[in-house]
Structure formats: C-alpha cells, structure tokens
C-alpha cells in the first residue's frame, strides 16, 4: 500500500495492517504498585494503549504504526508503554508527536534520556536503544513512529528489570525517579 490517512484529531490509522491492544492485564509486574494495578483489573481492566500499524517486515522496507497511549496512572505511576529494544539492535526509530503530552524514555546500557513530546514535535531513536513511551498528560497522548521494517521487538529484558528511571505524578506535575527495581 502506498499511500494511507491518518485522522489527525482522533489519531485513527486508517487501512491498518497489525493492530495490539494492551490493557491492565496485561502489564502485570511492568509498575511498581501490582496492587493498585490488581485493583484496575479488577474495575474494568482498562486499556492502557492501543497500537495501529502498517507493517512491512523486509530489510530496508520501512513500518509505521500510531499509538493512542490513555491518560492514566497505576498508583502514583504514569500510564506507559512496555518499551522494548529492537531484536536487530542496530536499527531506529523516528518518533513524531501528533496529540497530547508525554515523555519518550530512551536507554542503551547505564545511558538513559527522556525527552518531552507534544504534537508536531519529533524525536530520533538512535539505534541500540531501548524505548517507552509515558503519558504525562491528562487527555490522549499519540504519536506516530516510523521503524525498518526488519527491527522486530525485543520485550525480554525490560519485562524483567524495566528501565533505570520511572515517571510518577508529584505535586500535579511529571518527575523522573530512579527505578527502585532497577539492578
Ligand atoms: O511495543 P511497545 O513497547 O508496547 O510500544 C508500543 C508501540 O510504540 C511505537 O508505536 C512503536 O513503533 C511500535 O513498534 C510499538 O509497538
Ligand atoms: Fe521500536
């Protein structure tokens, strides 16, 4: 498919290829506070994010994909994104803002960065880095990604150990923390 829309204002893909939809229940041991993220699932299991994307898994092809991440916080605990490092680790990404208020958490070894996101803003994910996406704000926070078409995810090691920093909710505004869990 060469060409596609984008309903800028809703974040909607249109003509998608792969869709995920992530809820509570499916993030179990990715916050800090499992019991408050219990109780979630237990009130209606909402869905923390939704993926769209247009797919096209050669090497040198590009993918695309949008993700409407949900405002929200587990206990004191941003809604994010699991986060993931490329399986070929030597590939990037490009992140652009189209909705909303957020951070893109970056990490390769010890190095990690946060960067703020807003609409029209864009972000480059250099290769070997591990990212997540926070919502900071208080409506929809979306945005739109751009990745070769051969990355592939790698969930594996921050499923286990998350990232260095996690972002919370202090005094209504976003702080960046050293991960209790990290190491
Ligand atoms: O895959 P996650 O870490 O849950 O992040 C959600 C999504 O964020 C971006 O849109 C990426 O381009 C997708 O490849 C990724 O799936
Ligand atoms: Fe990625």
Redesign the pocket.
Known sequence: MLSNYIDLEKGILENYTEN?I?RASDMLNFYQDNEALEKMIKNGNPTI?E?Y?VTHEGGGELSY???ILHPGKVGNEYFM????YHEKRDRG?LYIGLKGNGLLLMQKGEEIRWIEMERGKIVYVPPYFAH??INTGNGNFV?L?I?PGDAG?D?GSIAEKGFAKIVIEENGNYAVKDNPRWK
């Open positions: 995920v992530r994010y993926v994307a994909a949008i993700t994104t699991k986060g993931h990404e997540r996406s945005f990604a990745y995810h969930y």
